[in-house]
């Protein structure tokens, strides 16, 4: 006889069996004083990244705090993933990183969660060094551990490191919902053609709304 499967990805969240991933929510790029942008004039931050650091100040990070505060409260899993190398020089990176120029040496400040959301001494931190977390970490692994099945993403960037996360969730068998309003990209275009194109992938479900659906379970 055949396994029961889903037949659909608008399930609820079971607190026992979910996750909530935090993706490259970082002091290497969440603000301009990060990293990666230490090489580019300062006007030509604002003028490229302006609206990105405004929707993560004002939209993305609060939410992320609230969904964060809710996940732990309904004891939902929380974890972190951030760009951070295995070694100081970066030769573990993937290519895509050597080639862009992305090195966030080991135990730097660049590689740490933000203040904002930071995590306990008891939540789980991978670093990874591609866009991908699944391809750079153990983290099917540790979810499969976890006895997690459903899993909740949000961060940056909604259309690379973000998007990544979700096709390659999806395709490993999990249940993934995406939180838009807890996830930002560099213009309001590509965060709208990214929510388009990965919408087959995941249900999509504001920060309100989870909220609701977590406290009401």
């Known amino acids: ?33 990060g990293g990666e942008f230490k ?6 931050v604002t003028k490229t990244y302006g609206y990105f650091f405004d929707q993560a100040k004002t939209v993305a990070i609060p939410n992320m705090q609230k969904l964060q505060a809710a996940c732990r409260k309904a004891g939902v899993e929380v974890l972190y993933t951030t760009i951070e190398s295995l070694t100081k020089d970066g030769r573990d990176r993937s290519l895509d990183y050597k ?11 660049d590689g740490k969660v933000i203040d904002e959301i930071a ?4 939540e789980i931190v991978l670093p990874k060094s591609s866009s991908s977390v699944f391809i750079s970490t153990n983290i099917d692994y540790l ?37 838009p309003d807890a996830c930002a990209t560099i213009t309001p275009e590509r965060q709208e053609m990214s929510l388009r194109a990965i919408k087959g992938y995941c249900r999509q479900v504001s920060t309100d709304a989870l909220i609701r659906e977590i406290e009401g379970r």
């Open 1 to 33: 006889m055949a396994a029961e499967f889903p037949t659909t990805r608008d399930i609820a969240l079971d607190p026992k069996a979910s996750g909530i991933l935090f993706i490259d929510v970082q002091n290497f790029s969440s603000g301009p004083e």
């Open 119 to 122: 995590p306990t001494d008891d």
């Open 99 to 109: 080639i862009t120029g992305f090195n966030v040496p080991k135990g730097s400040w």
């Open 143 to 179: 979810l499969r551990n976890l006895g997690i099945r459903q899993l909740v993403l949000c961060g940056f960037l909604t259309d690379q490191c973000v998007e990544s996360a979700v096709r390659d969730a999806c395709d490993l068998g999990y249940l993934v919902t995406l939180v």
């Open 39 to 44: 090489d580019v004039p300062p006007d030509e």
